[in-house]
Structure formats: structure tokens, C-alpha cells
């Protein structure tokens, strides 16, 4: 009876984690997976193949890139994810005496649960997890075996393959096999190795040769957390060799769990899942769910203001409701260029719906190269690709095209797109790509950001129908104080807004202007009394 109950404990401990690890990615934080899947580009081709595996750890980095794919939909990530940690649960289990009683079933989860802690950072890459699952399956493979020669073998194929996470392997094939004085020799043989790769490959950082290339986005960038979990998990089997492990477990899980949060105890942080939730329900044109999430609690920073912003201009709220969110200041509505991954895409999907393709193509081109390991993006590139076609680049558009359809999840859209390219009467019958060029500028102009309110203002000037433009250009007047400007485009709006009645975030400014700022309460006003105090105070 007893085995029985042991039996059916051992596999749902691991099934109800494996629900746990579904859930809190796939609903509680689809927004990382959204994160990482728009940061590379799997292609389905042998030299993008060999790119990877040339360095060591290379198949862990194309297997986790493979699978990362999947993240395109929150399910398939989520239930990627959830396999993966089941797998290393059980990994883990196996390497640990008596597993099938509930302690080590139960401890077999701990570092696993470091692991998810780690991955509250966004950069942590995938193939982290896969080369420690990669090598501690080895290890229990060969578990059973006494033929230590047969590891002067594996080392060199399992540092290739996974990088510095050989040396977890080692580590548990020397407690498994019990023969200490080889395995320091073999200690040496694989330090031997990765000194070697040093001289093979002068191009890669040493640090990233001996500690592991692409377990994180940026590079030469460590965590001691990337450090604590492999220590965690070879130290545990050594523990449960011990008499007093009752009181050793509960002092490893404090002291990994208090070096988790010295590394950094900002993971999962909520302003920064926030902003990551916006740009996916962006991404979906989701518009009313991020005024939604905007109405219960917005992040007071730029990039959250661009994202909402442009939601209500989506929806044709702009200028009812713009100074009921928050509004960080002049680059609200489209922020300068900022070299890095994220901050900027409101900016370019705001060029996109506006109709200013280059500068579109300007910003979504430096998202992609700010991609700090070098990676492309599916999301950006396709943005890219929809740029060219539209300004009638159909060879530069191929070349992008090309791209996606050597993908799972962009080649449909790929051979879509390619449908399209020389076929001008497609094009402008195309519902976006149609709307952008009929909302193009009519003539070239040299991008100027500090003169961006000029250059929307001629935007819709070029084209009345542009109502977007109209929206942008008078919320710029006002995000930038000029209420005099606001008050002369006045009668762009009544002519051309389709507005029955001047909306009432208009009303509200008209009001605090007339007033000459004695109209406290109102929500332009609260705005342009907390710009004032800001500037009095730099």
C-alpha cells in the first residue's frame, strides 16, 4: 500500500508542478514570452543550424531557440515551459537517493523553483535551462555506469553541446561513480577544454567561453543566480548522503534563497511586467484591453504613455481622454530615438498607423539591431518588410521576406506578402498598406524630432483625412505647452475632426487656457501645474 501511495505522490507532485509552471506563464505572465519570441528569429535552414552549434554550447542555444518559437502563442509557450521544468524536475529526482518518498520529491522542486526566479528577468535565454536539462539527463544516463573512461569521451561533446553546464555533469557522475581522485583529473581535462576554445575562438570574450555564451541576452553579463542553481542542484545529492541532512537542506534552501534575492530581487518587478504587457496587447491590437489596464493602474513612464496614447487614438479617444492617463511630457506621444529593444516600439507602431513609413522603417531597423546578442526579430522584420512594400522597395522587401518564410510561425504571412510585391493596384487596395500610402507625405522631408508636431501638422496637412495626424498634432501642442498654437488649430479640428461637439479634453484645455491657469482640478490643468513644478525644479 504504501509503494502504491508512493507511486501515485511521485507523479503528481510532478504533474500539479507542471499545471503550476502552465498557468503562471500562459495567464499570469504571457508578456515574457511575447518578449522573448519577438527578440530572434528561428529560421528552418542548415547554415542557420551550424551558426549555432560552431560555438559550445550551441545545440542547447538552437534547441531553446527552436522551442521559443512556440512563445508566438501564449499556450504553445506555456506549455513548452511547463514540459521543460517537469523534465529537469525529474532529472534532478533521479540523481537523488530514496526518490521515491516524499523529502526528495519534494526537494527535487526547489531549484527548479530558483530556476523560475531567475527567469523573472527577462534577459535570462532559454537555452540556460536547456543545457542544464541537457546535462543532468546525461548524467542520469549514465548513472548506472562504472566506465569512467567513457567520460574522457563525453566531456568534449558535452561542453559543445551545452556549454560550461559540462561541469554539472561532471559533478554528478563523480558522486554517482564515488571515484573522486579520477574525477579531479577529469576536472582538469574539461578546464583543459574551454582554455583551449579560448585559443580557437579568439572572437568570443573569455568570459563567455568559461562561463556560457547566450545563457543571457546581454552579453559578458552574469548573475549569481546563474551560478547558485547548478551549485544547488549538485550539491543536493551529496546531502542526502549525509547523516544530519535534515538540518543541511533547510540551510541550503535559505542561503540559495537569500542569494536569489541579493542578486537581484526585482525580478517579476510590476511597472516592468506592465510595460511588457502593453507592448503585447499592442502587438495584438488589442486597444480597448490597454485602456482598460491603463483605467487600474498605469506605469508613469514614457514608454507606458506611448502605448496608451496610441490606443486611444485607435480608438478615436485621444482627444476626449488623453489627460485622464498619465502623461510623462513632450515625447508622450512619440519619444526620440532610444537605443534599445523595447522603448521605442509605441514610437513605431504609433509612424505605422500615422502614415510615416520611413520613419517607421527608421525606428522598427535600430529596434532590431538594439538586440544586444545579435539576434533578429520576426515581429520587426516583418514591420520592415511592410515598410519596403509600401514605399515600392520590392527587392528590399523580398530579401525581408525571404527571411520569414524560412519560419513556422511568419511564413504564411510571408507568402502572403509576396503576392503583393510589383502589384501596385494591390497594394493601394490593401486595407493598411493602401491607407499608408494614400497618408504619406507628399513630398521628402528631412526627419527632425525636436519639429515632430511640424511634421505630423504637414502629415495631415497633405492629407485632411488623416484624422490620427489631426489627433497627434493638437495633443503635441499641448503636451508642449503652446496654447496658443492649440488655440489657433482650433478650427482644423472643427472642420475636419468629424467631432459633433469639441471633444471634451479640448473643453477642459479651453478652459484651463482662458482661465490663464487659475482653472485648478481640471485634468489638463493638474498636467500643465505638474509640468510647471517639474521644470521650476530642474
Known amino acids: 500500500m504504501k509503494t502504491i501511495l508512493n507511486k501515485y505522490l511521485n507523479k503528481s507532485i510532478s504533474i500539479l508542478f507542471g499545471v503550476f509552471i502552465f498557468l503562471f506563464w500562459g495567464v499570469l505572465h504571457p508578456e515574457y514570452l511575447n518578449y522573448h519570441e519577438q527578440n530572434q528569429l528561428f529560421l528552418f535552414s542548415w547554415d542557420y543550424f551550424v551558426q549555432r552549434v560552431v560555438l559550445p554550447g550551441g545545440l542547447a542555444d538552437w534547441i531553446g531557440e527552436f522551442l521559443v518559437q512556440f512563445y508566438y502563442y501564449a499556450w504553445t509557450g506555456a506549455l513548452v515551459l511547463a514540459l521543460l521544468f517537469v523534465a529537469l524536475q525529474r532529472t534532478i529526482l533521479y540523481q537523488l537517493p530514496d526518490r521515491k518518498t516524499l ?9 527548479v523553483a530558483l530556476l523560475l526566479w531567475h527567469m ?16 543532468t539527463s546525461v548524467a542520469g544516463l549514465m548513472k548506472g555506469c562504472r566506465k569512467w573512461v567513457l567520460d574522457i569521451l563525453i566531456l568534449p561533446v558535452m561542453y559543445w553541446l551545452a556549454g560550461p553546464m559540462a561541469w554539472v555533469y561532471l559533478v554528478l557522475r563523480a558522486f554517482s561513480a564515488n571515484k573522486w581522485k579520477v574525477y579531479i583529473l577529469l576536472a582538469a581535462y574539461l578546464l583543459s577544454l574551454q582554455y583551449a576554445c579560448i585559443y580557437i575562438l579568439p572572437q568570443i570574450p573569455v568570459g563567455e567561453v568559461m562561463l556560457g555564451i547566450n545563457y543571457y541576452r546581454v552579453p559578458c553579463v552574469w548573475h549569481l543566480l546563474q551560478f547558485v542553481i547548478p551549485v544547488v542542484i549538485v550539491v543536493l545529492p551529496f546531502v542526502f548522503r549525509i547523516k544530519r541532512k535534515n538540518i543541511a537542506l533547510p540551510v541550503i534552501a535559505l542561503a540559495a534563497v537569500a542569494l536569489g534575492f541579493v542578486d537581484d530581487a526585482k525580478h517579476y518587478d510590476k511597472d516592468m511586467c506592465e510595460t511588457l504587457k502593453l507592448d503585447m496587447l499592442v502587438r495584438q491590437s488589442r486597444w480597448d484591453d490597454v485602456i482598460q489596464r491603463a483605467e487600474d493602474y498605469q506605469v508613469k513612464n514614457a514608454v507606458s504613455s506611448c502605448y496608451v496614447n496610441l490606443s486611444l487614438a485607435m480608438r478615436r479617444q485621444l482627444a476626449e481622454r488623453m489627460f485622464s492617463f498619465y502623461q510623462s511630457g513632450e515625447s508622450a506621444l512619440i519619444l526620440p530615438s532610444v537605443r534599445d529593444n523595447i522603448s521605442n516600439i509605441g514610437s513605431a507602431e504609433a509612424f505605422f498607423r500615422l502614415g510615416m513609413v520611413n520613419s517607421c522603417l527608421r525606428y522598427f531597423s535600430d529596434l532590431q539591431e538594439s538586440i544586444l546578442n545579435r539576434r533578429k ?7 520592415i518588410a511592410e515598410c519596403h512594400i509600401v514605399n515600392g522597395k520590392y527587392a528590399v522587401a523580398q530579401k525581408q521576406i525571404d527571411l520569414l518564410k524560412q519560419t513556422l510561425f511568419y511564413r504564411s504571412w510571408a507568402l502572403e506578402a509576396e503576392k503583393y510585391l510589383g502589384k501596385e493596384a494591390m497594394i493601394n487596395a490593401h486595407a493598411e498598406w493602401g491607407r499608408m500610402r494614400r497618408f504619406h507625405f507628399k513630398q521628402e522631408y528631412l526627419f527632425s524630432y525636436p519639429d515632430i508636431e511640424k511634421m505630423i501638422g504637414q502629415l495631415f496637412a497633405d492629407n485632411t483625412a488623416n484624422k490620427m495626424a489631426l489627433d497627434y498634432f493638437m495633443g503635441g501642442m499641448l503636451l508642449k505647452g503652446d496654447m496658443q498654437g492649440f488655440m489657433n488649430y482650433l478650427r482644423f479640428v472643427e472642420s475636419y475632426g468629424g467631432y459633433t461637439v469639441m471633444p471634451m479634453g479640448y473643453q477642459d484645455a479651453i478652459t484651463y487656457i482662458k482661465s490663464q ?5 481640471t485634468a489638463y490643468g493638474n498636467y500643465a501645474q505638474r509640468m510647471m513644478a517639474a521644470n521650476q525644479n530642474q
Open 103 to 111: 523529502v526528495p520529491q519534494l526537494t527535487s522542486l526547489f531549484p
Open 120 to 135: 523573472g528577468d527577462k534577459e535570462v535565454l532559454l537555452s540556460y535551462t536547456v543545457s542544464l536539462l541537457l546535462a
Open 377 to 383: 526579430s520576426g515581429r520587426f522584420t516583418q514591420r
Open 517 to 521: 491657469g487659475e482653472a485648478y482640478g
